[in-house]
């Protein structure tokens, strides 16, 4: 089992930047995926950023050039920046790792980008 704590999030104007964080602890295997999914009222949850364990990185196309996502292999942490926020960026947003094709979620954190 795996399990993630997040932190962050909360509420930013428009134009401004909020970080998040995760932390994996529990059976992490050193080939796994973790990203950051999110879901905004009445839409189904999307990805927003993935990151493996060398560095190789994808993103969704509405946050490209906005958001970086980084990890710590010995922390086993995952990091989510997010800059030039806008309103349809609020969602709960979940961290997420993949193993052995089993995805193991975070318990979600609010994101919320006011006009």
């Known amino acids: 089992q795996v399990q993630l704590v997040e932190s962050g999030g909360g509420l930013v104007q428009a134009g401004g930047s909020l970080g998040l964080s995760c932390t994996a602890s529990?059976?992490?295997?050193?080939?796994?995926?973790m990203g950051w999914y999110r879901q905004a009222p009445g839409k189904q949850r999307e990805l927003v950023a993935a990151?493996?364990?060398?560095?190789?990185?994808n993103y969704a196309d509405s946050v490209k050039g906005r958001f970086t996502i980084s990890r710590d292999n010995a922390k086993n942490t995952v990091s989510l920046q997010m800059n030039s926020l806008k309103p349809e960026d609020t969602a709960v947003y979940y961290c997420?790792?993949?193993?052995?094709?089993?995805?193991?979620w975070g318990q979600g954190t609010q994101v919320t980008v006011s006009s």
């Open positions: 529990g059976n992490i295997l050193s080939s796994n995926y």
């Open positions: 990151i493996t364990r060398f560095g190789t990185t």
């Open positions: 997420n790792v993949v193993q052995y094709s089993t995805y193991y």
